[in-house]
């Protein structure tokens, strides 16, 4: 026995509104042992939201936070921050969060949130840009690129720098929902990829858009943070 311990597992804590397919996606990712880190937390704003259930089925430790809640927006970020820090969460994943991550959090996990977003960013974000929204803006324009973005997140919606995008396809017939579905099977594997990378430290993923820029961002972006995020208080 040589009593050397083996370094702690990474936590990564996932904060969604959704029906929580994307939170699923990367519990799988971490059960398969894609992701060799674990899910600290998984926080909803929607008590009758998918992500909560799916969470729970799986026995992962879960908190509805919301305008309900904490009606005060500062409460509802200092509620969110503890529920972080308790969970020994080191990095945070929004996965179709609707509301905007206050101060308090972005400043705590500084370059520690990703954020996957439906569209190659800086096109189709901001304010109102989110779900179905965006992809039917995209038909509506004519647009012939789509895809998935994952990015670093900051106190502006979908600022933030991009970490990795992959493109998908629009075909001449899409609807809202062919185009929702294929480019939610991008961002699902592009964001597991991503998680992936960050506690292995690997290549990026590959991109199909701007790969070795956003290559160079993500190895730029993780060798920062390492650096710079203190080290979480483990739970
Ligand atoms: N501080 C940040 N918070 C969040 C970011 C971010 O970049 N910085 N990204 C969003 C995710 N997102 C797109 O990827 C996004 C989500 C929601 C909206 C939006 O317009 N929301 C509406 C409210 C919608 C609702 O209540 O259902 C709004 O704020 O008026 C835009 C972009 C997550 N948080
Ligand atoms: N602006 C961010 C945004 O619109 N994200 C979108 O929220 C959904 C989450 O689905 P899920 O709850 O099934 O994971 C996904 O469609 C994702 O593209």
């Known amino acids: 026995m040589t009593g050397i311990c083996p370094p702690p597992r990474g936590r990564f804590a996932v904060v969604g509104s959704g029906t929580g397919t994307t939170a699923s996606r990367l519990l799988d990712a971490v059960d398969d042992g894609t992701i060799p880190a674990d899910v600290a937390v998984v926080v909803g704003n929607n008590s009758r939201s998918g992500i ?3 969470a729970r089925d799986r026995g992962v430790r879960t908190f509805h936070l919301s305008g309900k809640t904490h009606p005060e927006p500062d409460m ?25 991550l206050g101060p308090r959090v972005l400043e705590r996990f500084k370059g520690a949130v990703l954020n996957t977003h439906p569209a190659l960013l800086p096109a189709y974000g901001g304010v109102g840009m989110y779900g179905d929204r965006v992809h039917a803006a995209v038909l509506a324009d004519g647009a012939t690129r789509t895809g998935a973005t994952v990015h670093q997140v900051t ?3 979908d600022e933030g720098p991009i970490v990795a995008q992959r493109e998908v396809e629009i075909r001449p ?3 809202v929902e062919q185009l ?3 480019v939610q099977a991008a961002e699902k594997s592009l964001l597991v990829d991503v998680v992936a990378a960050w506690f292995t430290d690997a290549a990026p993923p590959a991109s199909g858009v701007a790969g070795d820029q956003a290559s160079g961002l993500m190895r730029e972006s993780l060798r920062r943070d390492r650096t710079a995020s203190p080290p979480s208080a483990r739970a």
Request: glycine share 6%; aromatic share 6%.
């Open 155 to 157: 106190a502006v919606y």
């Open 52 to 54: 909560l259930t799916r």
């Open 173 to 175: 017939d899409d609807d």
């Open 76 to 100: 509802l970020d200092a509620a969110m921050l503890d529920a972080l820090d308790a969970a020994g969460t080191d990095l945070v994943v929004l996965a179709g969060y609707m509301k905007l």
């Open 180 to 182: 929702r579905a294929r």
